[in-house]
């Protein structure tokens, strides 16, 4: 698996790109389209992401992964839900099959319990999620989407989703103040 894989508009993924070392995350999330659909990670994200979440109660934070993976045929479902209810303006803020990186299993979207309480309802400024900003790329995660970078990614800020791209990639883009996955391969590729 290469972590390293761009994914957005300009660089979707086929219909059939399956990938292969997916596991399942079992932990309760409140997932509201369909209680019956498993979230599966990428192994070596997934296990990532128990560190980090080790790490994150150390500081009494406790975070949670609300979506993971999806297959092009659910991200497929997730639009004609919200365009169901929203008309195109769902556009706006759903992927569209393919050029979404949940197909990876790389990308999290993360949750929160607060007093033992399951939320959905985050907001930037919670400590948990600043707690993710300061520390997820020590474990390999980056913030994917950052504010005023949708210029850049294609998407708008998501403060909740994260994408794993491994240890050495999370660290030199944190180092070097590297916002997106985008200017990231730009700058490889012009080394
Ligand atoms: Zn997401």
Not at 68 to 83: F, P
Request: glycine share 4%.
């Amino acid at each position: 698996m290469d972590y390293s894989i761009l994914v957005n508009k300009e660089h979707p993924l086929d219909k059939n790109y399956i990938p292969c070392d997916l596991v399942e995350y079992s932990e309760y999330n409140g997932s509201k389209i369909d209680h019956n659909h498993k979230t599966l990670v990428n192994k070596t994200a997934l296990d990532a992401f128990f560190k980090l979440q080790v790490n994150a109660k150390l500081d009494g934070h406790h975070i949670v992964i609300d979506s993971a993976y999806r297959s092009y045929n659910y991200q497929m479902d997730i639009l004609n839900h919200y365009l169901e209810y929203n008309g195109n303006q769902a556009y706006s803020f759903v992927a569209l099959p393919g050029t979404s990186e949940h197909q990876t299993g790389l990308a999290i979207d993360i949750s929160v319990y607060k007093n033992g309480e399951y939320t959905d309802k985050l907001s930037e400024d919670m400590p948990e999620i600043v707690w993710m900003n300061n520390n997820a790329w020590r474990f390999g995660f980056i913030l994917r989407y950052p504010k005023d970078c949708t210029h850049i990614t294609g998407f708008k800020y998501e403060y909740w989703h994260f994408r794993y791209v491994g240890n050495e990639i999370a660290k030199e883009m944190h180092d070097k103040n590297i916002k997106t996955l985008e200017e990231y391969k730009q700058n490889k590729k012009h080394r």
